[in-house]
């Protein structure tokens, strides 16, 4: 609350958010601090030297050959010690929250790779494929954030994304078997995410249903009517569930670098539309008019309407564009990982989409680096089952949230969020 | 003004729905559909011949192109071939509707109900306990001593999947099989073991070394699960899980996830069309038939013949006799089984098609069993 | 270019907020638009500014009737607006807040040229004197660039009619005085202005002409140098006002309230009271005055133990208070919130309720854990009729009430109790005059029982009105204690802006 | 805007109850939907007293509100059946009719369902029959156990929002619930009342402990408790089912995920000694619980502090309430009512845990809590309206084939149209008081 801020310390210069954002950091610092020591320590007198993975850095029929890579796993750890340790000491030397979720991110990655390597100890798994799972992972995730940002940046908060999704995949099913085209498909999907945002935002602005109401409704009618529908329809008539698939293509020369190539230009359509989308609504929103609308719009609308911005146009077509892009993530679940539409098939991405949003600092990029963090930990999980670990993966699996909520919390930096999300506005 | 006429307008229709379908539902016409037949309150005297087969599926329910799916096929099959005259059915949304939707058949005198799957094991022992008169069965799920009045179901599924594994290991060209579940419990892992087996025995018969990936017997927590989003529908977990056995160098791989699997299958669609030899092995039922789409794919399925099972279960008590057994679906009674290899045949040699008959042989007389192989 | 607005015509539920109103406006002219809290001129203006359409009525630019549909049509026909509230999106810079709306841009895709933006910027805040930096963000600057900021805003767009509402409610006198300079060369310049205040006196410094509104009806248009103040008033208020308060002269007790340096942080951890000094005697009014933003909330908060102290000392009858408003409350402190809806009052609850909201955990109103509502309800009657409340019953919702009822739920529920020292922020702001008098009346008559009281208002006649002792707040320090026989108007408003 | 006076509207909505209701029983339909008529012309016809009005007002939204999604639910499921489009254009007239009376015959179903068949009843108490009568009655008994954990997490819900705080993780503290009730009602061996009271008790503060989590970071860091309680419903679920993977819950050994029975001394008894009759005590837990919360929210200082809380926290702080105590109580009481739910499903309905013990008990919960007004009396009705959707679908899927996911949709909607009473208004032109149900503002925070 405003009145109970307490006042910690009496360092008289600095303001409370200064101290609040160096508090952090410190804690941040101690916490890379102490995991980098625990590594570094694991890697240089725990773990046995002898002991290795192989990690394959090429797929079998990759035109460019390229060894195994055979790392020890004492030295990984060693090696994501030092690198926390650095990122501790960086820390410190710049006390000001500074691209913490950056860190955050280094972090993550580099103890998720050194645990990784540990557990993998003495077998080959493909490194290549890893990566290439863990942007396959992200991608739906990334079309879920993006929506979100849309959304939330116009000021209306969508937690309706994964209702979307979901409706959004049993229209492309439908569509693309009709039209017996996965593309037809795809525009349908669309175009219902579309009509949903849109229903979202005549909800939640002309009928001023709280948000968080309308998009929960949503949720559930979404649940609830496609598995009517499944049932009733589908199963009945399968012939209306198959609207085909849509093949990859990969990106002459770039899909052979080694390592990223197939991960990053060996993708279907979606992959290349969702960079372009990535790219443009980061340029968009901070380089263009409409961006600078669209913020005004989430920041303060009562601003950006007394100069007779049209705020409620702005959020009716933010939300229209939020359901096309969630849309565009159920239509990628059926014409790329499935062929037809399952029942739940959604799968809780809308959530998980939303978390990345909250991790990327509503900004398109730090969603995209945030969904490849997730990506990764689904990517690792699915890994260590392939090659047999013993491990419960139970922990991989709630990674995810476990993150969002300590940064929502604020609990690693201060967290930045759209000042007017979530909050009705009315216009005269 | 006119939003107003509107408004009357719609009321008004719900009104004349009314009449309307009061009349249509009165209880003296239409006999064939089942809506008036409920709506007339009390049952109808059954003709002597008539007999009305119910069945609850479990929480997870239709849809998922496996066994409660291929238990309701079972029951229309049953109906199909004059067992019984009426059927039913009713989905679980959550564990407390086991025991509502037994009752609930019970109350509609249903004379034989069928539960699907073990989860539902209690509520049908209840079930049947207070409810002597009425011939129960349950799917996955054995009693031990068995019940008068209900047939467990069960199925050695380890046996098909034994064979499977055998042509898997026969057919691999990496001589890497993968295999994943949806949740680490029996109905899923006996499909793994066969597997295991299987390839095992291939190995000692060949001298090969094919390996499963995915699972392994000694460590029952391993393996692959999709229990992140939803065990049994997460279709694009399906889809990236084969993705990365086919990076492993596997190019068999047999989801045990119900509609999970429709991604993998969609995986090794999209990796043939990328060039890879890569193929799939469907559960339960005959997924080249049930899972249409990936014919290319599917080089048979594991299957356990739970429909006709289930409608053989609803011929007997129809008959009279209302269970006291456990029936157990093996290769030697064709209660499991791998299915035809469809447009895929030609992938399986003579040779190895021999082998399979021989296992089969020898599975079926007892002469190899799949715990043996599977330490 | 002139403006008019002809019958002028705006009804809310229950409330016909313009009545028919008609005003006009030339080129290079000040006209002030003067009313109460209520009366009208917000609405006309939002009217105005295309944000409402009028019911009825007409507004005409240039002799041509013009429909505002939105602001943007507004903005077109050259009216610009700086809203009380400042209309500035906080994580913008200068530049972004300034342009948003009228970006300069390249290219069909609408690609931000900042660079052209800034050049405008920078020649338009020197061509007027301004003295805004374009790179600096907004939630950085001081409320006075803000508010220059949104005048540049209006220059921006070509506005040839600026409105400017309640623009000196957050500034110093030295600032205000700044604010009329630049008005004043905006008009030399052939701007119309229209000044939207409740404060005589800078109306007739400012204004050509006076137009006054009195519950949405235009009373009158007068020519600033023909009239006086007090003339003002009366039509501003429907009758003589006495704008002082019948009083006895004090009778000094003891110390009750003492604070001695005090520092207290705002809520973003700025240092807003240092090292302040005040006490205040049982059977005194000490009014403190200044110019909003200048500490009194904080100072406020921390005598009622709603903030932390940072440093210092505050006691009341020699205990110190402790950083719990319910103990302070407890140790017969009142406290009468500056905003009683967002503070004071709990929407939604009954008047009842509100009568009880800071006393409801204690006998008779509750024992132990359980709370007794017909307790409540026989307190709530009694208050309602000792308070003179006007209400339809004591289970309406407080919302529903009169602004003048709602704040005598607030003087019933504070003043019901035995107290020792009575904080009142803003009493009495954006209530009818008739209102004003109760309320001032009743806080006298604590005095006069032996009550410390502490009021802190931004109305200069408030203060002056009420207080035995005034002290001046500036910058988080009192810059000044005068007796009430010493402060003059002028003494006072120099010690407001700072000048010792 | 057509300026027709209200009584107008009233005598049409009073003309259409007398006909529907009229309609109903010269066709012998059921006497519920009568009475439902009847309602609807009660709201017409009553005297417009200041008293008369506002509750009538208050029915009008809720009724309508579920009128327009059956409405909206009939025409899905005529557009759903592909028989009507292949017969549509032979014989539209008749193709319609005939939709339309399986429309209502399968909403008739769902009432039967729900309620039990009267005449079933009549002949069944006739005759005597324990066996009997327990059939018959099994319907509305069914209802009344789906309506407990309804109440429950309505009541948890409702108190989140009438304090100021959107509790959308009732899900996760019922689940969180269930596993600590289960793990107290499989493990600790106590005689009777004392394993239940300490099982349930266990439930109680798994859910409030759950629920504390979202409350404590929104209190001390502004944590919006939307992201985070939907967050935890997630983390809550693998927990839940990683549990049941282990020796914790289930027998060594085992390979299911059910956990072990809970002990016979811990479970909450049957409430009527008849058969097929699985009502249980939780329903009386839950109505005391209604009756408590009913106490808690306007008998006691802690209510009132929630309430203030809710409508104006700012005002509250002023007032000497300290805001951050109260989010993080109000939270934890609500996510204790929520696992009281989870206990009461595992130790009552259930008697053991596995993971379908919720079908989304925690989502009902939020459309229940708006339906109700966030009052402990609405709650408890709409949790019955509720219970006996789910209830009912079973008695409608059985006779009509009808997939229960339908009711799953028209719930949906059951909210949509609650939470936007200007849709409801400018759909039927009917006065409804403005006053929507009590939800959180959403007040500025980080997140």
Not at chain 2, 99 to 113: F, G, R, W
Not at chain 3, 271 to 281: F, G, T, W, Y
Request: one cysteine or more.
């Amino acid at each position: 609350m405003t009145t109970s801020t307490p006042g910690m310390g009496a360092a008289p210069v600095l303001s409370a958010a200064e101290r609040r954002a160096r508090s952090n950091g410190l804690i941040r610092a101690a916490i890379y601090a102490v995991v980098g020591v625990l590594a570094l320590g694991a890697g240089l007198f725990r773990l046995p030297a002898s002991q290795t993975t192989t990690y394959r850095l090429v797929f079998d029929n990759a035109a460019i050959r390229l060894p195994d890579l055979t790392v020890p796993v004492g030295g990984t750890y060693a090696v994501a010690g030092v690198i926390c340790l650095a990122v501790a000491a960086f820390q410190l030397l710049r006390p000001a929250n500074l691209a913490w979720r950056r860190q955050l991110a280094i972090v993550a990655f580099t103890l998720i790779a050194a645990v990784l390597t540990g557990i993998l100890g003495g077998k080959t798994p493909s490194l290549v494929g890893l990566i290439a799972a863990m942007v396959s992972f992200a991608l739906p995730i990334v079309f879920a954030g993006l929506a979100a940002i849309f959304a939330e940046r116009s000021g209306v908060f969508n937690i309706g994304i994964e209702g979307i999704i979901l409706l959004g995949a049993s229209a492309t099913a439908v569509g693309g078997s009709i039209l017996h085209s996965p593309y037809g498909g795809i525009l349908i999907g669309v175009f219902a995410g579309l009509l949903l945002g849109l229903l979202l935002a005549v909800l939640s602005i002309r009928y001023r249903v709280d948000q968080i109401i309308a998009g929960t409704v949503l949720n559930l009618a979404a649940a609830g009517i496609t598995t009517f529908m499944y049932t009733r329809i589908l199963q009945v008539k399968p012939e209306f569930n198959a609207p085909g698939l849509v093949g990859t293509t990969p990106i002459p020369g770039l899909s052979e670098i080694p390592i990223i190539g197939p991960a990053l230009f060996n993708g279907s359509i979606f992959l290349y539309v969702g960079y372009a989308l990535i790219i443009l609504m980061q340029l968009a929103i901070y380089r263009t008019r409409w961006g600078l609308r669209l913020r005004a719009a989430g920041e303060n609308p009562n601003a950006a309407g007394t100069i007779g911005i049209d705020v409620l146009q702005i959020r009716y077509r933010s939300l229209a564009a939020s359901g096309a892009v969630a849309g565009l993530g159920g239509a990628y679940l059926v014409v790329v990982s499935t062929g037809s539409f399952q029942i739940g098939m959604s799968a809780g991405i809308g959530f998980i989409g939303i978390a990345a949003m909250i991790f990327g600092g509503w900004k398109p990029v730090g969603v995209a680096m945030a969904a490849l963090v997730f990506g990764f930990a689904r990517s690792a999980e699915s890994r260590l089952g392939t090659v047999g670990v013993d491990v419960p993966t139970v922990f991989l699996s709630i990674l995810p949230y476990v993150v969002t909520i300590i940064v929502v919390a604020g609990l690693v930096g201060r967290v930045r969020v759209p000042a007017a999300a979530g909050q009705p506005y009315e216009q005269a | 003004m006119s939003t107003r006429l509107l408004a009357l307008g719609a009321s008004a229709a719900i009104v004349f729905a009314a009449c309307g379908g009061g009349a249509s539902a009165a209880p003296t016409t239409a006999p064939t559909s089942a809506a008036s037949a409920a709506a007339s309150g009390t049952p109808a005297p059954s003709a002597a011949a008539a007999f009305k087969a119910c069945l609850v599926t479990d929480t997870g329910g239709l849809g998922d192109k496996g066994f409660n799916d291929n238990a309701l096929k079972g029951l229309q099959d049953a109906k199909k071939a004059g067992y019984a005259t009426e059927i039913k059915n009713l989905e679980s949304k959550k564990d407390a509707d086991y025991t509502s939707n037994i009752d609930a058949l019970v109350a509609d005198n249903c004379q034989s109900i069928t539960t699907v799957g073990f989860n539902m094991g209690d509520a049908t022992k209840a079930g049947a306990a207070a409810n002597k008169d009425v011939a129960f069965s349950i799917v996955d799920n054995a009693y031990d001593p068995p019940i008068a009045n209900v047939t467990g179901i069960v199925f050695a599924t380890e046996q098909a999947g034994m064979l499977a594994g055998y042509l898997a290991a026969g057919v691999s060209a990496t001589g890497k099989i993968g295999t994943y579940g949806g949740l680490p419990i029996p109905p899923v892992t006996a499909f793994m073991d066969g597997l295991w087996a299987g390839i095992k025995y291939y190995n000692q018969e060949n001298g090969k070394n094919v390996t499963l990936l995915g699972y392994d017997p000694s460590k029952p927590k391993g393996g692959v699960l999709a229990t992140a989003g939803n065990p049994w529908g997460d279709t694009d977990f399906g889809n990236q899980q084969a993705n990365a056995f086919f990076q492993e160098g596997v190019d068999i791989v047999v989801p045990v996830a119900g509609g999970t699997g429709i991604g993998s299958f969609t995986a090794a669609k999209q990796a043939q069309a990328a060039g890879k030899k890569v193929y799939a092995i469907g559960v339960d039922t005959d997924q080249y038939i049930t899972a249409p789409g990936f014919e290319s794919v599917i080089l048979t399925s594991i299957q356990k013949i739970i429909d006709k099972a289930v409608a053989d279960t609803i011929h007997l008590a129809q008959q009279g006799t209302k269970g006291g057994t456990n029936y157990v679906g093996t290769l030697a009674n064709g209660g499991v089984g791998i299915a035809p290899f469809h447009n895929l045949a030609n992938l399986v040699p003579a040779a190895l098609q021999t082998g399979l008959d021989a296992l089969k042989g020898k599975i079926s007389a007892g002469t190899v069993k799949v715990a043996d192989y599977l330490k | 270019m002139r403006l008019q607005l002809r019958g002028i015509t705006k009804q809310f539920p229950g409330v016909l907020a313009n009545d028919h109103v008609s005003i006009q406006v030339d080129r290079g002219e000040i006209l002030a638009l003067l009313g109460e809290n209520g009366a009208g001129k917000t609405t006309l203006m939002n009217i105005l500014s295309g944000l409402y359409r009028p019911d009825e009525g007409e507004i005409v630019v240039d002799d041509q009737v013009r429909v505002f549909r939105d602001p943007a049509e507004a903005i077109a026909a050259g009216i610009g607006m700086v809203h009380q509230h400042f209309m500035l999106v906080p994580v913008f810079d200068v530049t972004d807040s300034v342009t948003l709306g009228s970006e300069v841009v390249r290219g069909p895709l609408g690609v931000l040229d900042r660079t052209t933006a800034r050049a405008r910027i920078v020649e338009l805040s020197s061509k007027y004197g301004l003295d805004v930096d374009p790179d600096a963000r907004i939630e950085d600057l001081p409320v006075g660039v803000r508010q220059r900021v949104e005048i540049l805003k209006a220059l921006y767009r070509h506005s040839d009619v600026l409105v400017l509402d309640e623009p000196s409610a957050v500034l110093t006198p030295q600032e205000t005085d700044e604010l009329f300079t630049i008005i004043r060369g905006l008009a030399k310049a052939g701007t119309a202005i229209i000044f939207i205040s409740h404060k005589l006196n800078e109306v007739l410094e400012i204004a050509d002409r006076i137009t006054v509104l009195r519950l949405g009806k235009v009373v009158g248009t007068v020519r600033a140098k023909e009239t006086t103040s007090s003339a003002l008033a009366e039509m501003m208020v429907g009758r003589q006002v006495q704008l002082t308060v019948d009083r006895k002269d004090a009778e000094r007790g003891e110390t009750v309230l003492s604070i001695k340096g005090l520092q207290v942080r705002d809520d973003r951890g700025e240092i807003a009271v240092r090292a302040l000094d005040l006490e205040v005697h049982a059977g005194e009014i000490v009014a403190v005055a200044g110019v909003q933003g200048n500490g009194q909330t904080e100072l406020v908060e921390a005598i009622t133990g709603l903030r932390q102290l940072d440093a210092g000392a505050v006691t009341v009858s020699g205990q110190p208070i402790p950083f719990d408003p319910r103990h302070v409350a407890d140790m017969g402190v009142a406290h009468i919130p500056e905003d009683r809806l967002r503070d004071g009052l709990v929407r939604g609850f009954t008047v009842a309720e509100n009568y009880v909201l800071d006393s409801y955990h204690r006998e008779p109103y509750s024992s132990g854990i359980r709370f007794h509502p017909d307790v409540v309800a026989a307190a709530a009657t009694t208050a309602v009729r000792d308070f003179d409340i006007r209400t339809p019953s004591i289970t309406t919702d407080v919302g529903s009430l009169s602004g003048g009822n709602q704040q005598k739920v607030i003087v019933a529920r504070e003043f019901g109790r035995a107290v020792k020292l009575v904080v009142a922020s803003q009493p009495t702001r954006g209530l009818d005059v008739g209102s004003i008098e109760y309320i001032h009346r009743r806080i006298v008559e604590q005095r006069d029982a032996g009550v410390a009281i502490l009021i802190v208002s931004t109305e200069l006649d408030e203060v002056l009105a009420l207080g035995d002792r005034i002290a001046v707040m500036y910058g988080g320090e009192i810059v000044g204690i005068l007796p009430a026989a010493e402060a003059t108007r002028e003494r006072v408003g120099l010690l407001m802006g700072g000048v010792r | 805007m057509s300026r027709l006076p209200t009584v107008s509207a009233n005598m049409v909505w009073a003309v259409l109850g007398l006909i529907a209701a009229v309609v109903m029983v010269v066709q012998k339909l059921y006497i519920a939907l009568a009475v439902f008529a009847l309602l609807i012309l009660a709201i017409a016809a009553t005297r417009r007293t200041v008293r008369g009005r506002a509750f009538t007002d208050r029915l009008k939204l809720p009724v309508l509100a579920l009128l327009s999604a059956f409405l909206v639910g009939g025409i899905v499921l005529i557009l759903s059946d592909l028989e009507f489009y292949s017969k549509l254009s032979a014989n539209p007239l008749g193709t319609l009719e005939a939709s339309f009376g399986r429309v209502v015959v399968a909403y008739w179903e769902l009432l039967k369902g729900a309620f039990g068949d009267i005449p079933k009843i009549s002949t069944a108490l006739a005759s005597g029959d324990r066996n009997k009568i327990g059939i018959a009655f099994r319907p509305m008994s069914e209802t009344l156990l789906a309506t407990t954990p309804l109440i429950l997490t309505g009541l948890g819900v409702a108190i989140a929002f009438r304090s100021g705080v959107f509790n959308i993780g009732a899900e996760g503290q019922l689940k969180i619930g269930a596993v600590f009730g289960a793990w107290v009602g499989i493990w600790i061996p106590l005689p009777f009342p004392f394993g239940l009271i300490l099982a349930i008790a266990a439930g109680v503060l798994g859910g409030a402990l759950w629920a504390f989590i979202p409350g404590i970071l929104k209190a001390k860091t502004g944590a919006h408790e939307v992201i985070t309680t939907i967050m935890l419903n997630a983390i809550a679920q693998q927990i839940m089912l990683a549990l049941l993977l282990t020796p914790i819950l289930r027998p060594e050994g085992s390979t299911t995920p059910i956990s072990w029975p809970i002990l016979e001394a811990s479970q909450l008894p049957l409430l009527l000694a008849l058969p097929k009759l699985r009502v249980h005590w939780g329903l009386i837990l839950a109505l005391v619980a209604a009756v408590g919360t009913s106490w808690l929210m306007f008998r006691t200082t802690r209510g009132f502090e929630f309430r203030a809380a809710g409508l104006n926290p700012r005002a509250a702080g002023y007032a000497g309430m300290r805001a951050g105590r109260t989010i993080v109580l109000a939270m934890t009481v609500s996510g204790a009512l929520a696992g009281l739910a989870g206990a009461v499903e595992v130790l009552g309905t259930n008697r053991y845990l596995s993971p379908g013990i919720s079908p989304g008990y925690g989502w009902d919960a939020i459309s229940i809590a708006l339906l109700g007004g966030t009052r402990p009396l609405g709650v408890v009705i709409a949790a019955f309206l509720f219970g006996a959707l789910r209830a009912g679908g079973q008695g409608m899927a059985l006779a009509t084939g009808v997939p229960i996911d339908l009711l799953g949709f028209i719930s949906a909607l059951v909210i949509m149209f609650v939470a936007a009473p200007r849709l409801v208004r400018e759909l039927y032109r009917v006065r409804i008081s403005s006053a929507a149900p009590q939800t959180p503002k959403v007040v500025e925070t980080p997140v």
